[in-house]
């Protein structure tokens, strides 16, 4: 399964920290994170960050069970991606993880179409 969402007007490191919460209180364990930041070519003053989280279920698998992407500038758009594997991370910890996305970030979500 994967979920796409695009944010606006949000630093892509507090979303990378909310998202590394969210996704450890439905059960996963960090196995991987890293945030970087580039400067633009035609404006050293002005950022854009990357960021990759991975994630497995604790004490069931060493599988990778989630993989989260972020790519954004806290004065633009900021992109996420997971890419997630249903059968260690269940529809119901997805749902969860959604709503809790929602609630803290949804004023900030673009909402497509």
Do not use: H, W
């Not at 997630?84 to 900030?108: A, E, M, N």
């Amino acid at each position: 399964m994967q979920i796409k969402k695009i944010y606006k007007n949000i630093k892509p490191e507090l979303l990378f920290d909310e998202l590394k919460d969210l996704i450890v209180k439905q059960g996963a364990a960090v196995v991987d994170s890293k945030m970087e930041t580039y400067s633009l070519p035609d404006d050293s003053s002005s950022f854009i960050s990357r960021g990759t989280l991975t994630f497995k279920v604790q004490s069931k698998t060493d599988k990778e069970c989630l993989r989260g992407y972020i790519v954004g500038s806290a004065r633009g758009e900021t992109k996420l991606m997971l890419d997630i594997d249903d059968s260690l991370f269940p529809k119901d910890r997805v749902v969860s993880l959604q709503g809790d996305l929602d609630f803290l970030l949804g004023s900030y979500e673009i909402k497509s179409g």
